[in-house]
């Protein structure tokens, strides 16, 4: 990440502002998750202002919803994280109105990367859209949100 900015990522302060999982963002998604110690799980309903083409929800609502769900990973084990590189397969149009189960794991994690594969299905399992990410590790705390101790 050599070309990138000397950037200061306060990490201390809250998230109510963030356009995926603020929930003090008037124009953001408000998601909210919840984790297995595995998998971290959201649902989401899309709305018309969500949408790109009539009925249809925009492809960029789509592949926020894959990146928050990715970086809520990490987050379960104490990991923050922003995206270096993320990839973004979409199945099948989502549509507004239809309610969404958006899901995410960790499949690698080193000294400063993670690498993540999250998905979007609708609620009786079909597939929606699928991705995978590597996110460089920004800050990493050895307790994890639940207040367990855990490694990162």
């Not at 979409?90 to 990367?113: C, D, F, N, V």
Request: hydrophobic letters at 35%.
């Amino acid at each position: 990440m050599k070309n990138w900015p000397q950037i200061s990522v306060d990490t201390e302060r809250g998230y109510s502002l963030c356009f995926g999982c603020g929930q003090k963002n008037p124009i953001g998604l408000k998601m909210s998750f919840q984790w297995d110690g595995k998998t971290a799980r959201a649902e989401f309903t899309p709305n018309k202002s969500h949408q790109g083409w009539f009925g249809i929800v925009h492809g960029g609502i789509i592949g926020c919803l894959l990146d928050e769900a990715m970086s809520y990973a990490p987050y379960f084990e104490g990991i923050h994280c922003i995206t270096a590189k993320m990839q973004v397969r979409i199945r099948r149009p989502a549509l507004i109105g239809e309610p969404l189960i958006i899901t995410s794991s960790i499949t690698l994690k080193t000294k400063r990367l993670v690498e993540t594969r999250a998905a979007i299905a609708l609620k009786d399992g079909t597939p929606v859209a699928e991705s995978t990410a590597t996110m460089f590790v920004i800050d990493s705390k050895q307790e994890d949100v639940s207040g367990k101790e855990g490694e990162a």
